[in-house]
């Protein structure tokens, strides 16, 4: 079968386990790719990074607050990849602002998840205006030995823990569907006693026309993950690994009686088959637009700042 992308060659900054599954996928499509390693005292080294600079585009899957530094050394006419957040300050969000060239892409985990691609076709199921949200995610992160020692549990490389490492996420698909006005300022805690950084994190958040969501997020519990969407004329909730669509609002029995409304579609989703696939779609997305020299809409750069801005809160 051909390939697509085979004469790209692309630089990779980051050797995590989050780089390495982004390794993969390039690998399956044949790409030729160039590690660099970060120092994370300066981040860089001038003679590797000058041969980075050859590469026809950037995946940037360093830590948080390197990213930005990163996109100042090779925002040019070349395409970059950058995981989220990204950027960590206020300043140097306004300064990427006035940078961009709509060759960033910035990648948050459910733009093309099985939940995003509902939600984008709600109007299909005539479930009428949102009204609220409510979205629980937990897993026991806290607990594994590596915790400590990883830059997750260190407040120094994690400022916000992990509301800048899981709520966003949460927080950029809400805003990329129903668009947020406003962020409280987030309850942050360190609810494990372990490291330094918080492990639990609550956000509540007002869209247009007073609809209210919130989000709440902890590595100190089982896993568990919960998305609720009350619309006027049914629901869409993810109950762990089920999604399921019900409606209508007028729904009675013979005595008159409200009923619980019948359910529309059901669909099955695993977390690690929905993330995997939501990473690769994203990875070609960026792919195929480098590939054609095709500048990225500038909706998904005033969406990813956005959302990123609700971080900085």
Known sequence: MRCNFCRMKIGIIGNGIHSKRIQKILRTEKIQYLIYKPNNKSYYDKTKFEELKKCDAYFIISINKSHFFYIKKLISNKFIFCEKPPVTSNKDLKTLVKMNNNKIYF??????????KILEKR???KLGNLLYANIISSHGLSYKKEYISSWRSNIKKNPKGVFETVSIHFIDLINYFFNIEKLKKPKLYNKSGIG??????????ILKKNILADIFVTYKSALNKKLFFLFENGIIEQNNNQINIKGPARNFNKEGFFKYPKTIAKYNVSDKNDYTHSLKESVLFFLKHAKLNKKFKYELFKCSVLSNQFLLK
Do not use: L, P, V, W
């Open 107 to 116: 990648n948050f985990n459910f733009r093309f998840s099985k939940i995003a």
């Open 123 to 125: 109007n299909k199921y």
């Open 196 to 205: 330094s950084a918080y492990d639990t994190a609550h956000a509540s958040i």
